[in-house]
């Protein structure tokens, strides 16, 4: 028996004969779907692109016209009213109003997508940890439990995800707070 071998005892019955590596009982079709690896994050398809700039050359043009034809109207020479001379600032404040909306709403599109980007950043940093976790774990058939090799703690492998996942502090782990989370 190699220190390999020795280190990969199951915690909970102590006993080598039934444990493999996860990597290794998850090809069991039987336990695939229990053990099978964390999956990697996926990117939703937002994305700065064709559309969004459609949609804010929409906007501003939209907003712009309905300016510059409010202005142009409220400028328009009426017999009997005297001329405030607006409706030659009619093509400025549609100008000026289309700029200011298509900034605005572009600008909104790239803080979504900056945002999507930070989340899919996060994702997948969480991802990879938990995959790393996945592929030190073992599995023990008789105890249907999965254990880091050299660690006291089984945990049941129906709960193999949850615990892939969680934030564990060795230090703070055995405290009556950390117990009550």
């Known amino acids: 028996m190699t220190s390999d071998e020795g280190a990969n005892v199951c915690p909970n019955c102590a006993r080598p004969d039934a444990v493999r590596t996860v990597r290794e009982a998850a090809s ?14 996926r990117h939703h398809g937002r994305s ?9 050359t929409l906007a501003g043009l939209t907003a712009g016209a309905v300016v510059g034809i409010l202005v142009m109207a409220v400028g328009m020479d009426v017999p009997g009213r005297p001329n405030i001379g607006l409706a030659d600032s009619g093509v ?12 605005g709403v572009y600008a909104f599109f790239v803080w979504r997508q900056a945002r999507a980007d ?10 990879h940890r938990a ?3 996945w592929e030190q774990l073992s599995y ?3 105890c249907d439990g999965v254990f880091i090799p050299g660690q006291p ?14 934030h564990e502090r060795p230090a703070a782990a055995n405290t009556p707070a950390a117990a009550a989370q």
């Open 118 to 127: 930070s989340l899919l950043q996060h994702q997948v940093a969480r991802w």
């Open 153 to 166: 703690r089984l945990v049941p492998a129906g709960d193999l995800h949850p615990y892939l996942y969680q």
């Open 48 to 56: 700065l692109g064709c559309a969004s700039l459609l949609v804010s």
């Open 92 to 103: 400025f404040s549609a100008i000026l109003v289309f700029m200011v909306v298509f900034i």
């Open 140 to 142: 023990c058939s008789r």
């Open 131 to 133: 995959h790393t976790r």
């Open 28 to 41: 069991d079709e039987l336990l695939s779907h229990k053990l099978s690896a964390p999956r990697s994050p």
